[in-house]
């Protein structure tokens, strides 16, 4: 049953739902993020340069880590805030892969980059929730 499991798993990213990301330039504010996160009910924000490179990922954990209860200004610049650098997927890897990560770093989103690094998606807890459920109920 387990080696069954683990092949079930390893279907390439590119062939499942993942999250559509919403970006913010990397001069945003603090209160910008926030806004598009509560705005489309999401729980991460990809963080780009005007060039499209990924410079960092902004979290729920962020806020709740960072922003709450802290004297914190809401116009200060999200690169402040954000984690810089984070771990990526690509769409060849697969949602075992993802689970992987997610579960040795305590992540709850991916970001899933092209060949150049420039995010194309993310991939979240929710999205891998939902595609073993779907794998569940066929």
Known sequence: MKTELKGRLRVPLSEINISEPKYL??????????SVMEEFNIGSIIVMSEKVE???IF???DILNKVIGKDVDLDSPICLYM???PKTLQKEH??????ELMHTKNFRHIPIV??????????????????IYDMAID
């Open 25 to 34: 330039i990397d001069n945003g504010t603090l209160k910008d993020a926030i």
């Open 54 to 56: 990924l410079k960092g």
């Open 59 to 61: 979290t729920e954990r």
């Open 83 to 85: 984690t810089p650098h």
């Open 94 to 99: 697969t949602v075992l892969e993802a689970m």
């Open 114 to 131: 092209d060949e150049e690094k420039r995010p194309i998606g993310i991939i979240s807890i929710k999205d891998v929730m939902n595609f």
